[in-house]
């Protein structure tokens, strides 16, 4: 059994109690997909550079080591050049 201001609470607390949106606060829907795209642009290209980054610097490290050999090499070389003076 319920009394007639439950039932006048219950029919008005659903409709009733929602805000409603101002009209100066919202924004038409393709200005809203607009700046949403442009953010995922900005994104995606701080994404692609990150991986240029990771990718100059894997081809740094790669040229290091090959320097590294290189070097070693020449050391190496030098070092046989050396004892074949001396014999």
């Not at 900005?42 to 290189?70: F, Q």
Request: glycine share 4%; hydrophobic share 35%; aromatic share 8%.
């Amino acid at each position: 059994m319920t009394t007639s201001e439950y039932d006048w609470w219950w029919g008005k607390r659903v409709n009733d109690n929602a805000p409603m949106p101002s009209p100066e606060n919202t924004r038409p829907i393709e200005e809203h997909l607009q700046v949403i795209s442009s953010e995922l642009e900005k994104k995606l290209e701080a994404e692609k550079m990150r991986k240029g980054n990771n990718k100059a610097v894997e081809d740094l490290n790669s040229l290091k080591k090959i320097i590294r050999s290189c070097a070693y090499r020449l050391g190496l070389l030098g070092w046989m050049l050396e004892f074949k003076k001396m014999l």
